[in-house]
């Protein structure tokens, strides 16, 4: 069966599902196979509760008519993703870059839905699985679609590209992230330019923060909308920036208070605010949209909990992001501060000397009590009167169990591995 008919198939369905936990009526369902399972198995689980077709790769699991049988049903999935998207032929926005990726794209969704019937991706669901699933959820009515795209190796923002198509692109920053997959910080930079190169070669426009100068220097050649705090011969000027600890953001006249803790968030917001003007939303709506956003998921919260003030920011972690949550942490005017912060995955040979690089940041804060947790903090722990180091959460937790703080200002940071956010049943 060829991807023609399988679309017109798919049109006569309500969604896409993998998992037949979420099987809703008249849906489509795609056996994936993973290491540890294959979902062919549940073919006839999912037509019994109310599936309209399903695709499988395994011919023993065959039903009725209802059943589509491919070669591959994972590419499958990417080839109906892409042969959807050409088919409604609306404007994408694609999205990428070590940190804020997730935050960012709701911001854009936020201000752009002022306007537009916005679909964006769900969650963090930004791989060769969500993003297929993501343009799939795109109808003829949505005018404008967001695709986040993640990536820890070389060519996977390439195949991403391929399948998404997309006519603008945004790359938050090049930081330490995935360096094991990547190779190092240059192998970083390589594999999240593949999106610059697919919009290159494909005379797309990139959306460029020309304060970052990765960014400026990658994007020469590119039609690009740019902003910047500094540079006058920007498409779009950003005035004043604070955090204390929520950003704030002066543009074209208006003040605009976010709910986001840490300066390292203002260019999230700037992202937003500039690619809001390249689709004429008015200043008024943005400002609106941003200020109306709430950050969940663990993403740069401020939870009050028994007279503390928690900065839960524990759904992952990098060296470029925990430097810079620590230092913003570290600028804040309050007293009682308490940094709560967990290993980081994923840094291959460099792991145990990014963190040491961590550990000497707050080494010298001596007005920070700091509990490191995790074996490569602990493989570099020191002896100090404000730092404490722990080798597992179990440790720390028994330890806090004992010491509840009050009246304090906490930073939680730490790789989703770790799940800090347990934390805040122990205060």
């Known amino acids: 069966m060829n991807i023609n008919t399988i679309h017109s198939l ?29 979902a062919n198995t ?23 008519e209802k059943t589509i049988l491919v070669n591959d049903s ?39 839905s002022k306007k537009y019937n916005t679909i964006a991706t769900i969650g963090n669901l930004n791989n060769h699985i969500g993003v297929p699933l993501t343009l799939l959820r795109f109808t003829k009515d949505t005018e ?32 330490k992230a995935h360096l094991e997959g990547f ?10 330019s593949e999106m610059y190169n697919f919009l290159q070669e494909n005379n797309k426009m990139a ?10 220097e990658k994007t020469t050649q590119l039609k690009r909308f740019t902003f910047s705090t500094s540079n006058k011969n920007t498409d779009v000027r950003i005035g004043h920036i604070e955090a204390n600890p929520m950003v704030k953001i002066n543009y074209n006249n208006l003040s605009i208070h976010s709910h986001l803790i840490g300066i ?28 109306n956003y709430i950050p969940e998921n663990n993403r740069s919260q401020l939870i009050q909990k028994n007279g503390n003030e928690i900065i839960l920011d524990a759904y992952n972690a990098n060296p470029s992001s925990m430097t810079a949550a620590i230092m913003n942490f570290i600028q804040l005017d309050k007293a009682n501060k308490i940094a709560i912060l ?26 920070i009590k700091t509990y490191f947790i995790g074996k490569d903090f602990y493989a570099n722990k020191l002896n100090s009167n404000h730092i404490t180091f722990f080798e597992d959460f179990n440790s720390f937790a028994n330890f806090l169990r004992e010491r509840k703080p009050t009246n304090s200002l906490l930073l939680i940071k730490g790789s989703r591995g770790m799940a800090l956010e347990k934390s805040l049943e122990l205060l």
Request: proline share 1%.
């Open 264 to 291: 390292y968030n203002a260019n999230n917001i700037n992202a937003a605010i500039t690619i809001g003007n390249y689709f004429k939303v008015t200043d008024n709506l943005i400002k609106e949209a941003i200020e």
């Open 74 to 112: 994972l590419e499958t999935l990417q080839q109906l993703a892409k042969f959807h998207r050409t088919y409604l032929g609306l404007p994408i926005i694609a999205l990428t870059g070590s940190n804020g990726k997730t935050t960012t794209k709701e911001l854009i969704h936020a201000v752009l």
């Open 10 to 38: 798919f049109l006569e369905c309500t969604k896409v599902s993998t998992d037949t936990r979420k099987i809703e009526k008249d849906c489509l369902f795609v056996a994936l196979k993973g290491d540890n399972f294959d």
């Open 144 to 175: 404008i679609g967001i695709v986040e795209m993640g990536a820890n190796h070389q060519k996977e923002i390439e195949f991403l590209c391929k399948i998404a198509q997309p006519d603008y692109g945004y790359i938050t920053n090049f930081g």
């Open 342 to 367: 967990g290993d980081m995955f994923e840094l291959g040979n460099e792991s145990l000397s990014e963190h040491k690089k961590v550990i000497e940041l707050l080494e010298n804060q001596s007005e």
């Open 207 to 216: 959306f460029v923060n020309l304060d970052d100068a990765i960014q400026n």
């Open 42 to 64: 549940f073919a006839k689980e999912a037509l019994d509760k109310g599936a309209k077709f399903v695709i499988i790769d395994n011919n023993e699991y065959y039903i009725n």
């Open 183 to 192: 190779g190092g910080v240059e192998g970083v930079i390589k594999g999240k």
